[in-house]
C-alpha cells in the first residue's frame, strides 16, 4: 500500500538552529499538504500545493519558514531560525485532487524539539 | 469560515463498552466531514468522511457516524470498544473553497 514518506522522524535542535523536514507524497498525488501539531491540538494548515505551484500559504509564517516542490513531486519545509514555539508535529499530507471531498492521507510526522 | 468543537478531550470507556465521541461543526454551506485516527507518534488515518450521500456513514475498524444537520453535529461512535480502539480521534470539517479544520481532538482510553 501506498503511503506518504517523511524524514526526520525526529529532529531536536537549538533555538536560531535551521531545519528542514523533507516529505515524499503518494505517487499520482498532485496536491501536498503541510500541517503543523501542537501537542494536545489538532492540524493546522501551513501551506498547500497544486502540483508545484502554492495554493494556500496563508498561515505559513513567511519570516521564518518556507516551503518549496520544485517538481511537483517532493517536498521540503524549512524553518530559519528556528524558535522555542516551533516545537511541534509537522505533519505531511497528500491527495489526489484537491477538492473538499478528496481523502488526504497523512505521513508519520516529524516531530521537532527546539532547546 | 468552518469550525469544529470536539466536546471532551478525553473519554474513557471499558473493553466492550459503547464509545461515543463527540462533534459539533459550525458551517455557511454543507460541509464534507471526516474523522481521523492518530495513534502515537504517527500521522492521522480516515476512519470514516461525510459528503452529503447517506446520512449514516461506516467506516473502518467497525466506526460509524451520523450527519445530523438539524445538530450541527458528526458523533463518532462503536457499539464495542477493542483495546486497540486506544488512540486520538480529531473531528474535521470542509467546505468549497476552505482548508479543512480539524478539532482539538478526544483521547480515547479503553480499560480492560
Known amino acids: 500500500e501506498a503511503e506518504v514518506a517523511q524524514s526526520p522522524r525526529y529532529k531536536i535542535t537549538e533555538k536560531s538552529q535551521a531545519v528542514a523536514f523533507w516529505c515524499d507524497p503518494i505517487?499520482?498525488?498532485?496536491?501536498l499538504y503541510w500541517y503543523r501539531q501542537i501537542l494536545g491540538q489538532g492540524p493546522e494548515l501551513l501551506v498547500q500545493?497544486?502540483?508545484?505551484?502554492?495554493?494556500?500559504d496563508s498561515q505559513l509564517p513567511k519570516d521564518r519558514f518556507s516551503a518549496e516542490r520544485l517538481k511537483g513531486v517532493d517536498s521540503t519545509l524549512k524553518i530559519q531560525p528556528a524558535e522555542l514555539g516551533d516545537s511541534a508535529m509537522y505533519l505531511c499530507?497528500?491527495?489526489?485532487?484537491?477538492?473538499?471531498?478528496?481523502?488526504?492521507?497523512f505521513g508519520p510526522g516529524t516531530r521537532l524539539t527546539v532547546l | 469560515a468552518q469550525s469544529v468543537t470536539q466536546l471532551g478531550s478525553h473519554v474513557s470507556v471499558s473493553e466492550g463498552a459503547l464509545v461515543l465521541l463527540r462533534c459539533n461543526y459550525s458551517?455557511?454551506?454543507?460541509?464534507?466531514l471526516f474523522w481521523y485516527v492518530q495513534y502515537p507518534n504517527q500521522g492521522l488515518q480516515l476512519l470514516l468522511k461525510?459528503?452529503?450521500?447517506?446520512?449514516l456513514v461506516k467506516g473502518i475498524n467497525g466506526f460509524e457516524a451520523e450527519f445530523k444537520k438539524s445538530e450541527t453535529s458528526f458523533h463518532l461512535t462503536k457499539p464495542s470498544a477493542h483495546m486497540s480502539d486506544a488512540a486520538e480521534y480529531f473531528c474535521a470539517v470542509s467546505d468549497p473553497g476552505n482548508d479543512m479544520r480539524f478539532g482539538a481532538g478526544t483521547r480515547l482510553t479503553v480499560k480492560p
Open positions: 499530507a497528500s491527495s489526489l485532487v484537491s477538492t473538499s471531498t478528496d481523502t488526504q492521507y
Open positions: 505517487s499520482g498525488h498532485a496536491t
Open positions: 500545493f497544486q502540483d508545484e505551484s502554492v495554493v494556500d
Open positions: 458551517s455557511s454551506v454543507p460541509p464534507y
Open positions: 461525510y459528503t452529503s450521500a447517506a446520512t
